[in-house]
């Protein structure tokens, strides 16, 4: 059920019959801004990663609200640049940075480049030893153990990101021994998308595990004024409507019982700053996609009936709308507007609602229980915000691009 303000600027933008489009909700994402920091203290440093939506409204609106930035290639860095960030509030992330990215992450002196490899190490060296710079590196650490986003414990596989156990002593030599680059911290990110506080928390207190085995190994490293210690994030979000959203109250005192129990400085007694990376649970549940019913039919087959309606926007737009990157095919939330002022409620009819394009993923809705459907009504699909516009190959059959509105 869409709150009643929100649905009015839905049925605006919509009355204007350019659909589809996406509607992002700024006020949400301030509020759960908000309530991330009242539960999880101010002293953390929270970034946002780019990558789960980098228009520019957005990265404006959570750089106001004191928030840093994570960026995972050039265009976000010159996006993040672009709209003020300061280049110390800024993490540069990716196992594949190119050279041109990785001079110009040095050149503006960004807060930390988290560095995925030994390659990339030397990469980094050898222009800030050539331009006579010193870099900020943090190494991404992947901890031998993580909670999995079902909540298992998943033990040992090895991973194309970050340095494991095996790589710390070289690591650290090399680090010791680096003149051009200046340890600020360390990186870990494990999982995204986990719904229960125990999960994040136990992947927390293993990237912690990890950097503090990391900083033993250390013996002379060139040190920043404080010792960064990102410890993930994987903040989930409810993808459908039986899944339980996170608890944010006990990840909170968690949380703080963690940091609390924690050394408070590092190598040399710099120190700590404890830091987390968050994309989709700052706007993912603030975005929705929108579009108009175009026609419909009643499809038979055996004993089943159903009634399809095809929307004039779906999988060119918004790929995770139509199960794009679920394990398991499930409805995203969606409430169906009709055209008497009302929600369709659940109902005997069986409906799914597709795209217009002739891919066979072109699929929003899949078989829900509704109590009728009608050209000419609106579907609005929930909790796209993040990776929805980014994730959506607007080119397949040169379909319109979705636009974007803004509220709040
Ligand atoms: C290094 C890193 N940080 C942060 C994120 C953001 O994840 P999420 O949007 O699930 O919070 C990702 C996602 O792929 C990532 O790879």
Do not use: W
Not at 135 to 149: E, F, Y
Not at 153 to 167: A, C, K, R
């Amino acid at each position: 059920m869409l709150n009643n303000g929100l649905e009015i600027q839905i049925r605006k933008f919509a009355s204007t019959g350019r659909t589809p489009f996406y509607l992002y909700d700024l006020a949400a994402i301030r509020d759960r801004i908000q309530l991330l920091k009242r539960h999880l203290t101010n002293e953390l440093d929270i970034f946002y990663s780019a990558k789960a939506n980098s228009h520019p409204r957005l990265l404006e609106l959570v750089k106001g609200l004191g928030i840093h930035v994570d960026v995972a290639s050039m265009g976000e860095l010159e996006r993040a640049i672009a709209i003020g960030f300061l280049p110390r509030q800024i993490s540069f992330t990716g196992p594949g940075k190119r050279p041109a990215e990785i001079a110009r992450a040095v050149d503006l002196g960004v807060g930390a480049i988290v560095l995925e490899s030994f390659d990339e190490l030397s990469a980094i060296e050898a222009h800030a030893g050539r331009t006579g710079q010193i870099a900020n590196i943090a190494p991404r650490l992947t901890p031998s153990q993580r909670v999995g986003h079902t909540g298992r414990l998943v033990i040992g596989e090895p991973s194309q990101f970050g340095f494991d156990e095996s790589n710390l002593d070289e690591l650290a030599k090399r680090v010791d021994e680096s003149t051009s680059v200046r340890l600020v911290g360390t990186h870990s990110h494990v999982q995204s998308q986990i719904l229960h506080h125990d999960h994040v928390l136990k992947n927390f207190e293993f990237a912690l595990q990890m950097s503090l085995l990391f900083q033993s190994k250390l013996k002379s490293p060139n040190l920043g004024e404080n010792f960064r210690l990102c410890l993930g994030g994987g903040f989930g979000i409810p993808y459908t409507g039986r899944a339980v959203p996170l608890d944010l109250e006990q990840l909170g005192n968690q949380f703080k019982k963690l940091m609390a129990e924690a050394p408070s400085a590092g190598p040399k007694g710099v120190k700590y700053k404890f830091a987390i990376e968050l994309g989709r649970y700052l706007v993912g549940e603030a975005g929705y996609f929108v579009a108009h019913l175009l026609s419909k039919k009643t499809a038979k087959s055996n004993d089943r009936t159903i009634t399809y309606a095809i929307a004039d926007g779906g999988y060119s737009q918004c790929q995770i709308a139509c199960g794009v990157g679920q394990v398991v095919r499930t409805n995203l939330p969606f409430t169906v507007l009709n055209q008497e002022g009302g929600e369709r409620a659940p109902g005997p009819m069986t409906v799914s609602i597709a795209g217009p394009t002739c891919h066979s993923q072109d699929l929003i809705v899949r078989e829900a229980a509704l109590d009728g459907i009608e050209v000419g009504d609106i579907l609005v699909v929930q909790s796209v915000g993040a990776y929805g516009k980014q994730f959506s190959p607007t080119e397949f059959l040169l379909m319109p691009e979705a636009e974007q509105h803004f509220i709040g």
